[in-house]
Structure formats: C-alpha cells, structure tokens
Nanobody, 117 residues
Framework: QVQLVESGGGLVQAGGSLRLSCAAS????????MGWYRQAPGKQRELVAL???????NYADSVKGRFTISRDNAKNTVCLQMNSLKPEDTAVYYC???????????WGQGTQVTVSS
C-alpha cells in the first residue's frame, strides 16, 4: 500500500507558476512510474506528465515546454513545476504511483489548481 499526498495547488493568474509536490509513504525508487494526472469539470481524467524509475519523462502535448516533472528519491517526492499557466490548465491534479508487474495503481486525493484569465 502506498499513500500519496499532494500539495501546492491554488489560485494563480494566467501566465503564472505553481509547483505541485507529491509525498509518498513508500520508497519511490521501488515504484516503476510516477505521474501527474488532472481532471477538469465534466471531463475525463487525463495524463499530464510521468517519470519512470530510470528518469524517462513523458508529457501531454498541451503542457510540453511549460511543465516539468521531477522525482527526488531521497525525499520520496515527485514534483510538477508548472509555468506559463493557462485557464485551460484549471483542474484537480492527482498524483499517481504505478507498479507494472503486476499493474497496481495508487492515487492521491488531488489538489485544486485554478488559473484565472
């Protein structure tokens, strides 16, 4: 069982920045993939960014060049630096931890990000 706790959400004006953090209860070096997802009202949850245990990253096209995901194995945290925020980035952001063999997913409770125009 892995518990994930997100922090860092809030209200920001368009063009601003926020940094989300996800603290894991387990050694994240043992977790195959860590990621951030988001869900806007009336929409499905979508992938924002992920990072593998080896450090490979992948981003949604909509956030490439603006968001950066990183992991600190020593602190068991994963961060999402979000720059040049847009109103369409408004959503609840969820941290995800995924083991691949077998596939097991853990989710945080989510943190609200609101970008005003």
């Amino acid at each position: 069982q892995v518990q994930l706790v997100e922090s860092g959400g809030g209200l920001v004006q368009a063009g601003g920045s926020l940094r989300l953090s996800c603290a894991a209860s387990a050694n994240i070096f043992s977790i195959d993939i860590m990621g951030w997802y988001r869900q806007a009202p009336g929409k499905q949850r979508e992938l924002v960014a992920l990072i593998t245990r080896g450090g490979t990253t992948n981003y949604a096209d909509s956030v490439k060049g603006r968001f950066t995901i990183s992991r600190d194995n020593a602190k068991n945290t994963v961060c999402l630096q979000m720059n040049s925020l847009k109103p369409e980035d408004t959503a609840v952001y969820y941290c995800n931890a995924r083991f691949t063999l077998p596939t097991i997913n853990y989710w945080g409770q989510g943190t609200q990000v609101t970008v005003s125009s």
